[in-house]
């Protein structure tokens, strides 16, 4: 007995070391268990979520717009009842709807050809971009080292339009997904049309069809830092340049700006996807093509077969699937309705969506699996080249963000969540220096943000007029609210502008949780294991196969390419329809408007096109509910819980201690006029909430044309600005008790307190605790009370004034 005990113990500690986690305690199990419940429990209710919400969603939307089309046809009938009761001739009123309609059939038919022929000369010519705008080119990209496809091009003003050379210029650059550039100059009022007429030079950054060689987006980036150093040499007496990055090319300019934050003015990024994953749940499908509809192997897979280059035909298929209602038969309906006065419309649009162009495997590879899949440029895990992350607290201009409710391809949270992705809070933002500034429209499309002239009149236009007092504004982050008011007559309006705090929670608000991106995190490391296998196994066959006469005849085949040459004028039936429509425009007879049967199609078309949005409906709620099934179990989000793990962030009581604030703080009691003037500007903000732009523009006057401040340079201003940010920030009682010793002697005092008074305005136009803070400068100053209103500034014309104040 006393030697079997032993060997029983050794069994007992060997089966415990070899088997713990199924010896564990039933404590250690039942917590264990509760674990998995948990995961299987918030796996179940995001699921139960999206079942709901696409179900009350496609039963209140298809409801309503059934109950409508009823309603319509039901007026329809009774229009027909109410005519043959009162003697009228439905058969007339029929044989003109036939003949409309046949000539309507031909003219359309026609206008088809018309695009097929623009469409092949556009090919022929290398795709140029599609500006309303004569252009010169300043700097080819095949000239850069390395070489790319891009190109640095001049808007030449059109007649009667004048632009100041001292001004800020202005870079808008085109997304390269697809589709060819010049959306951005498409028409007078888009984003070159706002820019000229406000007085700026403008550039544009193009690029041709093909690209160059071995491409890569390393090269891309190069290219486009080059472009900007060659605005700013070309004009050495004007501010950094705005640059617009539109969609795709919104996130190409965030990565320029943060790998070479040293040249870039002011960016502006117009439904750029950053944070790929994000979205809400039963409302942005497309986010899901990589978990459905396979991850970065699918490009690599069509690299190969375009012979290492990728056809742009691919991703406009994929927006076209999108909305195939409007694709695939509303467009065309419409620019059949309005023959007679849409048809120059309808050939400009389709001119810029036929224009496919193409990307190296090299460039798609890493669009896919940095951005879409992985979403490797929010986690800080993205590289530009070997040994080169793009850290986008790097980025020092200022930032506006543009993005809308109803963009369906780049949803508000895509646009915004890497800005609580990458900061730790608010207060970092205000330590790095940082500007950040949103705006929210409320149903505007994705193409619409490019190409709405009601969004270019108002949104664009407004941003472009803030963009040149936007560095007088305090770090921080700020939505910029735009609204409209009326005029006297109630037709004359304009709009008022408004820079109003935000925190992380305001943004937060606008997600339904981030929960759901956990599942990606699997679909990335699948897409990774996938890409492996196919680079292995399946690549060095397809390309043994694949010769350059094959890839380019697959181009030519492509469905949106074909359709469009069969039905131009190489197809030699269509050069009858020409002769046939030429001779029906000259006898054109329209049916009547209030034609029962044109009325009646009216009420088909709709019934067609809302049958074609149920099933996307039901296609996109498959897909999500397809998504989260396979990829958000228990399982799955272990597999993939690696690469879901967000960016490490500081802890907000660590803040205080970064050098950068505790060098502000050390000099909480040193400066001068300038400095005291700043401080108390800032610390008003602080006291409203929120910046009207009138305000912001008097304080940009101050900052910029009055002396002492019209001497310091721009970089030096916003040394200052800072270092008065962060003290007001994390010591807001010191920076107001300190003032004392940056204003020696009362008549600075007085001074410096009339100036920031002239800031916000009257004294009634002022919020209570404005005014309260204002007082509060007077009596920590031991100056008399505020009692008269400051309407002229007090540095502006007063020479004397302005040196006593230096």
């Not at 959306?183 to 984003?191: H, L, M, N, T, V």
């Not at 160059?212 to 830092?225: N, Y």
């Not at 005849?553 to 197809?571: D, F, I, K, V």
Request: glycine share 8%; with cysteine.
């Amino acid at each position: 007995m006393r030697n079997s005990l032993p060997r029983y113990q050794k069994a007992q500690d060997f089966t415990r070391s070899a088997f713990g986690q199924i010896s564990s305690s039933p404590g250690e199990r039942l917590e264990k268990f509760a674990t998995e419940y948990k995961d299987l429990n918030s796996a179940g209710e995001l699921m139960m979520r999206s079942i709901s919400k696409h179900t009350s969603s496609i039963a209140r939307t298809h409801s309503e717009r059934t109950q409508a089309t009823l309603e319509s046809l039901a007026e329809c009938a009774r229009k027909m009842t109410d005519a043959e009761r009162a003697g009228g001739d439905l058969l007339n009123d029929w044989m003109a709807y036939l003949r409309d309609r046949g000539q309507r059939m031909l003219l359309a038919t026609d206008v088809l050809r018309e695009r097929g022929d623009i469409f092949l000369e556009h090919e022929a010519a290398g795709c140029p971009p599609v500006l309303v705008y004569d252009c010169e080119v300043v700097i080819d990209g095949a000239d850069v080292t390395p070489p790319c496809n891009y190109q640095l091009l001049r808007i030449v003003p059109p007649e009667g339009v004048s632009v100041t050379e001292t001004k800020r210029p202005y870079i808008i650059v085109d997304p390269r997904a697809g589709h060819g550039s010049g959306i951005g100059g498409f028409k007078p009022d888009s984003q070159v049309g706002v820019a000229l007429r406000a007085g700026h030079p403008v550039y544009f950054v193009s690029f041709k069809r093909a690209p160059e060689p071995g491409q890569r987006l390393a090269d891309v980036t190069h290219a486009e830092a080059e472009f900007v150093r060659a605005v700013t040499r070309r004009h050495p007496d004007s501010p950094r340049p705005v640059i617009i990055g539109n969609c795709q090319g919104g996130w190409a300019v965030l990565v320029l700006a943060a790998t070479h934050p040293e040249i870039t003015g002011p960016i502006v990024l117009s439904g750029a996807p950053v944070a790929t994953w994000s979205g809400e749940v039963g409302t942005n499908p497309m986010r899901y093509n990589g978990g459905v509809l396979g991850g970065t192997w699918q490009p690599m897979f069509w690299s190969d077969m375009g012979a290492g280059v990728f056809d742009g035909a691919h991703l406009v298929s994929n927006f076209e699937m999108l909305n195939p209602s409007r694709n695939y038969f509303r467009k065309y309906y419409d620019m059949f309705a309005t023959v007679d006065t849409g048809r120059k419309r309808f050939l400009e649009f389709e001119k810029w969506w036929g224009g496919y162009f193409l990307l190296n495997e090299a460039e798609i590879h890493w669009i896919v699996e940095q951005l879409f899949v992985g979403n490797k440029l929010t986690r800080n895990e993205a590289y530009l080249e070997t040994g080169r992350p793009i850290d986008l607290k790097k980025v020092r201009a200022p930032v506006i963000v543009f993005a809308s409710h109803g963009d369906n391809i780049t949803p508000p949270q895509q646009a915004l969540n890497w800005i609580v992705d990458t900061y730790a809070s608010v207060e970092e933002i205000r330590i790095r220096g940082q500007r950040i500034i949103y705006v929210l429209h409320d149903q505007i499309g994705h193409l619409g943000i490019f190409v709405s002239s009601q969004i270019a009149r108002k949104e664009h236009t407004e941003v472009a007029s803030t963009l040149k007092t936007i560095e007088a504004l305090a770090p921080g982050l700020y939505e910029m609210r735009i609204e409209t008011v009326e005029g006297g007559k109630g037709t004359d309006f304009h709009y008022t502008v408004s820079f109003v705090e935000r925190k992380f929670e305001d943004i937060n608000a606008i997600d339904d949780g981030r929960a759901d991106e956990d599942a990606f995190g699997a679909v990335a490391r699948h897409s990774e294991m996938q890409a492996e296998l196919y680079d292995t196994f399946v690549r060095p066959v397809v390309q043994s196969v694949v010769t350059e006469p094959m890839a380019e005849l697959s181009r030519e085949l492509h469905p949106l390419r074909l359709q469009r040459t069969l039905m131009s004028s190489r197809n030699p039936v269509m050069n009858v329809v020409q002769g046939l429509a030429q001779a029906t425009a000259e006898a054109r007879a329209p049916a009547e408007p209030d034609n029962p049967f044109v009325q009646a199609e009216l009420v088909g078309a709709d019934l067609f096109t809302q049958a074609m949005d149920m099933y996307r409906d039901i296609r996109d709620a498959t897909y999500e509910m397809m998504f989260y099934s396979i990829w958000n179990t228990p399982w799955a989000r272990y597999y993939g819980k690696r690469k879901a793990l967000r960016r490490t962030l500081r802890s907000e009581e660590s803040l205080k201690f970064l050098p950068e604030v505790q060098s502000a703080l050390a000099h909480i009691s040193s400066g001068g006029f300038a400095e005291a003037v700043i401080r108390m500007l800032i610390l008003l903000t602080e006291s409203r909430g929120n910046v009207r732009r009138d305000r912001l523009e008097r304080s940009a006057k101050v900052l910029t044309k009055d002396e002492p401040f019209a001497s310091l340079s721009m970089e030096e201003r916003a040394r200052i600005i800072h270092e008065q940010t962060l003290i007001v920030t994390f010591e807001p009682e010191a920076a107001l008790e300190t003032l004392p010793n940056l204003l020696p002697d009362v008549a600075s005092r007085e001074l410096a307190v009339r100036v920031v008074q002239f800031v916000p305005g009257p004294i009634d136009e002022m919020a209570p605790h404005t005014f309260e803070v204002l007082q509060r400068f007077h009596e920590v100053l031991g100056i008399p009370l505020a009692r008269e209103d400051v309407t002229e500034d007090p540095l502006g014309a007063d020479t004397e004034i302005g040196t006593a104040a230096q």
